[in-house]
């Protein structure tokens, strides 16, 4: 008897050195009558208390690594959670009859879990549950970012063994706009001359830095000795005059040419949290490809105006961004031949590039200052130098071309509305009348809105581009 009641002392102790270490909850499971009233749910790492009517002098628990026991009295057992996971607890009377079985349920300790989640996550909706050995979380968070913290901490608890059926409220779908925005200015300079001698039908030379073969050619006002000019556009001009037997004719190029461009391409596309959305306002340019058997077949590249982007809302109104967009056309100043096919090249302004902003915000994620500049001098060797007349052999050409390139992205948090709420371009022009096409030539009605002021305007009046 002294020996069972050191041994039920020990145990005590044990049990209160446990629980010094881990609290125990205020849980007592009753049986009586040979059954338990419930099953034995158990937080991890905590204790429960179970009673029963009928004394018992043999226990064993079915896996002790998921549950812990140890006796308190011959009618009290002291029950540890270990791991998560179910088992059966055996009692047994001194004359071998069985009293209970009862179910023990160790789950994960979501009472400290609750609590860390309303520590990091203050204000969110979020139910926690257990189920089996795991753990659910259900309601809904604010973002994206504060879903990624709750599933994180869950992890921590029940690694392996979380189940998300958590929703994310507010506004998850992204409005790109992308705005292209592109100036260009070229300023080109020429000065040529060509000098002609000619005495009779015997003798003639001609000078100077053109090109001084049959082409383009000046009148023939030198005895069937031409002139040639060194460009096909107009700014020449011809001089001739005899002295005795003798021709002198002198040609005179001077060029110059301006232009200005212009490129502007907004695109808008709308895509959902996380989900990748493409765009593309252009076509297929067919370009032939050799085959293995010899043959030629033909694949299409696309050019245009393109757009792909990755959207998610990060944490309220904060978006981030992976963007790939770009603008192209076929350049048909560069030409390769092959195999009896003419294949135009590209022009390409492209970039790709990830970032992070707030709804409404712009982000210049691009930009490029080019300035390009060619000075080319050339001269009849020796003749070129002499002071005054030299001028006539020499020629000159200045060429300068700028471009300025800015790509901007703006983000807007969208939701859908009705469809009679959005207006089309061609809700703002009216098909005229016949009295208005063929009375007084107008091709369209009267517009409203800014399709119609931009109808308004001409091209006409002042122009110009300005780098700093």
């Not at 998850?172 to 002609?196: D, H, N, P, T």
């Amino acid at each position: 008897m002294k020996l069972r009641s050191l041994w039920t002392a020990g145990a005590l102790g044990l049990a209160l050195a446990t629980t010094s270490l881990t609290p125990v909850t205020a849980q007592t499971l009753t049986i009586m009558k040979g059954s338990a009233t419930a099953p034995l749910e158990v937080p991890m790492n905590r204790a429960i208390v179970v009673e029963s009517d009928t004394a018992f002098s043999e226990l064993s628990v079915a896996n002790p690594g998921i549950a812990d026991i140890s006796t308190l009295s011959d009618k009290t057992i002291y029950v540890l959670g270990k791991t998560p996971g179910r088992t059966t607890m055996t009692l047994m009377t001194q004359d071998g009859k069985l009293i209970s079985n009862v179910e023990v349920h160790v789950t994960p300790d979501i009472e400290e879990f609750k609590e860390r989640l309303q520590q990091i996550l203050p204000g969110e909706r979020i139910e926690v549950r257990t189920a089996n050995d795991g753990i659910v979380l259900s309601g809904s968070v604010s973002s994206t970012a504060k879903l990624d913290r709750a599933l994180d901490l869950a992890a921590r608890y029940a690694p392996d063994r979380v189940s998300n059926l958590l929703m994310v409220s507010g506004t998850q779908q992204v409005m790109l706009k992308v705005r292209f925005a592109e100036m260009q200015r070229s300023v080109s300079k020429s000065l040529a001359a060509s000098l002609g001698v000619s005495g009779g039908n015997s003798v003639g030379i001609n000078a100077g830095t053109g090109q001084l073969a049959d082409g383009n050619k000046l009148s023939n006002f030198l005895g069937g000795t031409p002139i040639t000019s060194t460009n096909q556009a107009a700014g020449r001009i011809g001089l001739g005059f005899t002295a005795g037997s003798l021709e002198f004719g002198v040609l005179l190029e001077a060029l110059e040419s301006k232009g200005v461009v212009r490129t502007l391409a907004e695109p808008n596309l709308t895509a959902l949290s996380g989900q990748e959305a493409k765009f593309l306002a252009g076509g297929e340019y067919p370009i032939p490809v050799a085959s293995g058997n010899g043959t030629i077949s033909v694949e299409y590249k696309p050019f245009g105006v393109e757009l792909n982007f990755t959207p998610t809302v990060v944490d309220g109104d904060t978006i981030n961004l992976v963007i790939n967009a770009a603008v192209s056309s076929i350049d048909t100043t560069t030409t390769l031949q092959t195999d009896g096919f003419s294949v135009n090249a590209f022009k390409r302004r492209e970039t790709s590039t990830t970032v992070e902003m707030r709804d409404g915000e712009s982000f210049a994620i691009a930009g490029l200052l080019q300035d390009d500049f060619r000075d080319l001098n050339g001269q009849v060797p020796w003749l070129g130098d002499i002071p005054v007349l030299g001028a006539l052999f020499r020629s000159a050409d200045y060429q300068r071309s700028q471009s300025e390139l800015v790509i901007i992205v703006t983000p807007h948090l969208v939701t859908p509305t009705r469809g009679e709420a959005l207006a089309l371009p061609t809700d703002r022009i009216r098909i005229p009348t016949e009295k208005e096409l063929f009375l007084f030539g107008k091709t369209a009605g009267s517009q409203r809105g800014a399709a119609g002021e931009v109808a308004r305007q001409d091209f006409s009046g002042s122009y110009g581009y300005t780098m700093e």
